[in-house]
């Protein structure tokens, strides 16, 4: 089983027919509880039940449920992504119960599909809602967070929060599994950050275009590669980039540390020109995510980033 998938939209709905939620920053997680106990499974369909030890106890809540949600890890009341990577892909049980209580997670539910084995998906949202309240799932490791009736004001707050956006969903939506969803829609908030280039790749099938760049953030220790980035480079935008790194070319990487997937091909310049990148953060590994180019800051320079 996949879950239900949120549409990008463009203007928050408003009226009693839509519910609005914090769009949490996290791993999307299908629990399946039955009386032996919990199995977890991510949007791929993947078993990260072993992952997350301290989730299993949800057997406790009932039997023969299902339940939709976010695992999330915070930090200073904040979701991390970064800090769930500690997390998501661990696979051995014994590294797993150690990171418990180093690393907590917290099961963040806002859907339930099936309960005492009655399959609840053709139920409209609104039904299913008051299901999931009557399960009471209240503990430290997990909860259900709170919908609300004002979509502006929630989109604003987790804005000034620092969150990741909100979630739109209409009241009358039944849950269609793998679905994509036209009833749901998501409204991510992207940050605008600035970076330092360290490094150029061709466009793919051409030697002379710039496809994209590789940034990176300058610290104590030296330029620590933060992604590589692509959207937001096509049409004018190359040419003016590429005629402002060539003459900072070098024979090395300027980065402490490169993936071999990213070095390749890659043409190396001083890291003197600063731009602008608007993301989602930073994820796995410290990468940027879903980067999109923004421009060149020539107010500012490496030192001041």
């Given at each position: 089983m996949r879950p239900m998938l949120a549409t990008r939209g463009d203007h928050v709905p408003a009226g009693d027919a839509?519910?609005?939620?914090?769009?949490w920053d996290g791993m999307r997680i299908l629990a399946e509880i039955t009386g032996t106990g919990a199995r977890l499974t991510s949007r791929n369909e993947n078993d990260v039940s072993v992952s997350f030890p301290e989730l299993h106890d949800l057997a406790?809540?009932?039997?023969?449920?299902?339940?939709?949600?976010?695992?999330?890890?915070?930090?200073?009341?904040?979701?991390?992504?970064g800090a769930l990577a500690d997390r998501m892909h661990v696979r051995d049980a014994r590294k797993a119960a150690r990171l418990v209580d180093k690393r907590p997670v917290?099961?963040?539910v806002f859907d339930v599909m099936c309960r005492d084995?009655?399959?609840l998906s053709r139920l409209p949202l609104s039904a299913r809602r008051e299901v999931l309240a009557d399960l009471d799932l209240v503990d430290a490791h997990w909860q259900v967070p709170p919908a609300y009736d004002d979509g502006e004001m929630l989109l604003e707050a987790t804005d000034q929060q620092g969150l990741e956006g909100i979630v739109s969903k209409r009241l009358s939506s039944r849950y269609d599994f793998g679905a994509r969803s036209p009833h749901w829609l998501?409204?991510?908030?992207?940050r605008r950050t600035s970076w330092v280039i360290g490094g150029w790749r061709p466009e793919t099938g051409s030697d002379h275009r710039v496809g994209s760049v590789l940034v990176g953030e300058p610290t104590d220790q030296g330029l620590v590669f933060r992604g590589r980035v692509g959207s937001g480079i096509a049409g004018k935008v190359g040419p003016v980039l590429k005629a402002m790194l060539e003459p900072l070319e070098r024979k090395d990487s300027p980065f402490l540390e490169v993936p071999r997937i990213d070095a390749a091909g890659t043409r190396w310049v001083e890291p003197l020109l600063v731009v602008d990148v608007e993301s989602l953060g930073l994820g796995i590994q410290g990468r940027l995510r879903q980067p999109s180019y923004r421009g060149i800051r020539t107010d500012i320079d490496?030192?001041?980033?």
């Open positions: 839509w519910s609005h939620e914090v769009k406790q809540v009932g039997s023969d449920l299902l339940l939709d949600g976010e695992v999330v890890a915070f930090e200073q009341g904040i979701p991390s992504f917290t099961f963040l084995g009655r399959d998501k409204f991510p908030h992207r490496p030192g001041d980033i």
